[in-house]
């Protein structure tokens, strides 16, 4: 069975630092978009980050600068460095990892990690 097992979320203060990891485990053939996705209460789901098969980058305006993506193919793990937190980053943050398995392409997405940025 595949699945996406994040951690790292935590409270941190403004200004702090926090990294998110979500690594995928089963029987997976192959990985190609890596994603970060974050939703704050009364708001909807939005992209943070993402990275490419071919390791592009794409930012949301609001982080750019301070968050950045990475990803591990043989750890079949995407991470999420986060610098100078504010207080407007506090949200839950789920990762996306669009797979190939037995079955074809799918997308996954993980349990959520919740991220508090507050003094």
């Known amino acids: 069975q595949v699945q996406l097992v994040e951690s790292g979320g935590g409270l941190v203060q403004p200004g702090g630092s926090l990294r998110l990891s979500c690594a995928a485990s089963?029987?997976?053939?192959?990985?190609?978009?890596m994603g970060w996705y974050r939703q704050a209460p009364g708001k909807q789901r939005e992209l943070v980050a993402a990275?490419?098969?071919?390791?592009?980058?794409n930012y949301a305006d609001s982080v750019k600068g301070r968050f950045t993506i990475s990803r591990d193919n043989a750890k079949k793990t995407v991470y999420l460095e986060m610098n100078s937190l504010k207080p407007e980053d506090t949200a839950v943050y789920y990762c996306?990892?669009?797979?190939?398995?037995?079955?074809?392409?799918?997308?996954?997405w993980g349990q959520g990690t919740q991220v508090t940025v507050s003094s």
């Open positions: 996306n990892q669009n797979l190939e398995v037995l079955e074809g392409r799918r997308d996954y």
């Open positions: 089963g029987s997976i053939f192959s990985i190609s978009f």
């Open positions: 990275i490419t098969s071919g390791y592009t980058t």
